[in-house]
C-alpha cells in the first residue's frame, strides 16, 4: 500500500485536477497482475481556498456581509467550474455539482450565524476551513470513478480523532488507530481508493478541528503509520527537498536521499516542502517518506529513510526566510 498526499498547488483547476487524478490512478494499476495496487490519497484544498474560507470569516464577524458573499459567490463558481471542466456531462457531474452547490449553501449559514455573533472563534475558524478539503475530496473521487476506480472521499473528522487545541489540534493516537483500521483497511481490501480529506480532525465528542496549516502532510504520514503502508508520498510542486529555495536559487538541486533526522531538521527549521510533524508517525513505523513533483511525475524526488545509501551525494541545504528583523 502506498498513501499519496496532494496539495493545493496540486489541485489549482481542472486540468490539475485530472492530472492528480491520472496519476493515481497509473499508481493504482501498477499492481501486480490484474490485482490493482492498495492506495490511498490524502488531498487539500484547492490552492488558496483555505485563506478564501478564512477571510469570509473575518469579514462575517466584521459585519461584513457583502464581503464574506462575495468569497462565497467565487468559491462556488471556482469549484463548479472544476466540475464542468473535469466531468463529463451527466450523472457524475450533476452529483458533483449538487454537491458543491449543497456545501457552499451550509457554509453561508455558517457565515450568518458569525455575522450575528458579531465574532469568530477558533473553534469557528476550524469549522469554516474544513469546508475546502471536503469540496476538494468530492471532485476527485469523482474523476477516478470516470476512469474505471473505485473511489470514496471520505471526511478526516470521521477519521482521525484529536484534542480540542483547535486550529493546531494534536492526534490521539489509539482512537485514530481503531476507525482508521475499522474504516479504512475494509474499503482498502475491496479494491476502493479512499480520499480523505487532509487537514482535518475532529475531536472524541464530534468537534471539528485542524492540524495547523500544512497539517495534510501529517495526516498522511498518520494514515500510512495505523495502515503500515509501504512508502507515504507527498506530491509537492518541486522535485523534492531542494538544496536551497528555488524563487531564489534557480539551479537548486533537488537532494536524493536524506535521513529523518536531516528531514526533520530542514522542515523544523522552515523547509516549506515538509509539515514539522509529518516525520514522527513514519519514524515509528520505519516507513519510506517521498517528497515528488507533481508536474513532474517521472522524476524520483528526494527519499527519506531511516538509513540511507552508504555511496549517497549528499549537498548542504540552505533554508531562508523573509520578514525577520
Known amino acids: 500500500m502506498i498513501v499519496h498526499k496532494f496539495g493545493g498547488t496540486s489541485v489549482g483547476d481542472a486540468g490539475r485536477f485530472a492530472n492528480v487524478a491520472d496519476i493515481v ?5 501498477a499492481g501486480e497482475g490484474a490485482t490493482p495496487r ?13 485563506d478564501q474560507l478564512i477571510a469570509a470569516a473575518r469579514a462575517a464577524a466584521e459585519g461584513r456581509s457583502a464581503r464574506y458573499r462575495e468569497i462565497k459567490a467565487a468559491l462556488l463558481s471556482r469549484h463548479l467550474e472544476v466540475v464542468e471542466g473535469l466531468l463529463s456531462a451527466g450523472l457524475a457531474r450533476l452529483e458533483a455539482g449538487g454537491f458543491v452547490e449543497d456545501q457552499l449553501h451550509d457554509l453561508e449559514r455558517l457565515y450568518r450565524s458569525i455575522a450575528v455573533l458579531g465574532e469568530v472563534t477558533a473553534r469557528g475558524y476550524d469549522a469554516v ?18 476512469r474505471g476506480a473505485r473511489a470514496q472521499a471520505l471526511n478526516a473528522a470521521e477519521l482521525i480523532v484529536s484534542d480540542d487545541n483547535y486550529g493546531e489540534a494534536a492526534p490521539l493516537m489509539a482512537p485514530t488507530r481503531r476507525r482508521l483500521q475499522e474504516r479504512l483497511l475494509p474499503l482498502v481490501q475491496r479494491g476502493v481508493i479512499p480520499i480523505i480529506t487532509g487537514y482535518v480532525a475532529a475531536t472524541e465528542e464530534g468537534v471539528t478541528t485542524t492540524l495547523g496549516r500544512g497539517g495534510s502532510d501529517y495526516t498522511a504520514a498518520i494514515v500510512g503509520a495505523v495502515l503500515g503502508a509501504r512508502e507515504v508520498w507527498i506530491w509537492s510542486d518541486v522535485d523534492g527537498i531542494l538544496t536551497a529555495d528555488p524563487n531564489i536559487v534557480p539551479r537548486a538541486r533537488s537532494i536524493a536521499e536524506l535521513t529523518y533526522a536531516e528531514a526533520a531538521n530542514l522542515a523544523y527549521f522552515g523547509a516549506d516542502v515538509l509539515h514539522p510533524n509529518t516525520i514522527r508517525p513514519v519514524v515509528e513505523g520505519r516507513i519510506p517518506l517521498c517528497i515528488r513533483n507533481t508536474f513532474n511525475p517521472a522524476h524520483p524526488g528526494t527519499r527519506i529513510v531511516e538509513q540511507p545509501s552508504a555511496d549517497r551525494t549528499l549537498f548542504p541545504a540552505i533554508i531562508s526566510t523573509t520578514g525577520l528583523s
Open 25 to 29: 490512478m497509473g499508481q493504482y494499476r
Open 38 to 50: 492498495p492506495t490511498v490519497v490524502v488531498l487539500s484544498a484547492m490552492c488558496g481556498v483555505t
Open 129 to 146: 476551513a474544513s469546508f475546502g478539503e471536503q469540496l476538494s475530496t468530492h471532485i476527485l473521487a469523482a474523476a477516478l470513478r470516470e
